[in-house]
């Protein structure tokens, strides 16, 4: 199975700034990449699927880049709703690995 | 619109089984698939499985294989999850979550059933 390894685990950050979060495969994956945005008692909200494509309704500030291996996800400048955790996932394959998460606190 | 409503919370003991159920509505069933992901307390997003709403093919996490069935509904827009021998570290959030995208853009989950709490306890 492939593996999903997001880092950092968690960061802190104030309003404005920009933030990026890495996603590494443990074996290539193409563009294969999912983000979500979780809040507490939520279900999950897809940001971006197949690496760079960001989904409708969600706020340009949000974007997302990589191939094979490595992504990440930035942010450019950080709102007060933004606060989250954010996950990875692979989206090709079986198992569709979720990497273990990105707390974004204030 | 799109809506996945699912059971409601259930609190089992050990050893026993629950069966969650999420019923879709506002697009053609057999359209698309449906995966389930579990979230423990405190804890990351785990996928479960998948299963067609078309055909009823299945695909299992390694770690649940023999313990987890996906089953579907047509006439009732239905999908099920059953969870048997059930062990504490089983108590969880369960999603299910309606599978969109291609085989070019890969697969990603844009609707998601509330959640239903299972918590399990003696």
């Known amino acids: 199975d492939i593996q999903m390894t997001q880092s950092p685990s968690s960061l802190s950050a104030s309003v404005g700034d920009r933030v990026t979060i890495t996603c590494r495969a443990s074996e290539s994956i193409s563009r294969y990449l999912n983000w979500y945005q979780q809040k507490p008692g939520k279900a999950p909200k897809l940001l971006i699927y197949a690496a760079s494509i960001l989904q409708s309704g969600v706020p340009s500030r949000f974007s997302g880049s990589g191939s094979g291996t490595d992504f990440t996800l930035t942010i450019s400048s950080l709102q007060p709703e933004d606060f989250a955790t954010y996950y990875c996932?692979?989206?090709?394959?079986?198992?569709?690995?979720f990497g273990q998460g990105t707390k974004v606190e204030i | 619109q799109v809506q996945l409503v699912q059971s409601g919370a259930e609190v089992l003991e050990p050893g026993a089984s629950v069966k969650v159920s999420c019923k879709a509505s506002g697009y053609t069933f057999t359209t698309y698939g449906f995966s389930w992901v579990r979230q423990a307390p405190g804890q990351g997003l785990e996928w479960m499985g998948w299963i067609s709403a078309h055909n009823g093919d299945t695909k299992y996490a390694q770690n649940l294989q023999g313990r987890v069935t996906m089953t579907r509904d047509t006439s009732t827009s239905t999908v099920y999850m059953e969870l048997r021998s059930l062990r504490f570290d089983d108590t969880a959030v369960y999603y299910c979550a309606r599978e969109g995208g291609t085989e070019s853009s890969g697969y990603y989950f844009v609707y998601w059933g509330q959640g239903t709490v299972v918590t399990v306890s003696s």
């Open positions: 996932q692979e989206s090709h394959s079986s198992p569709r690995t």
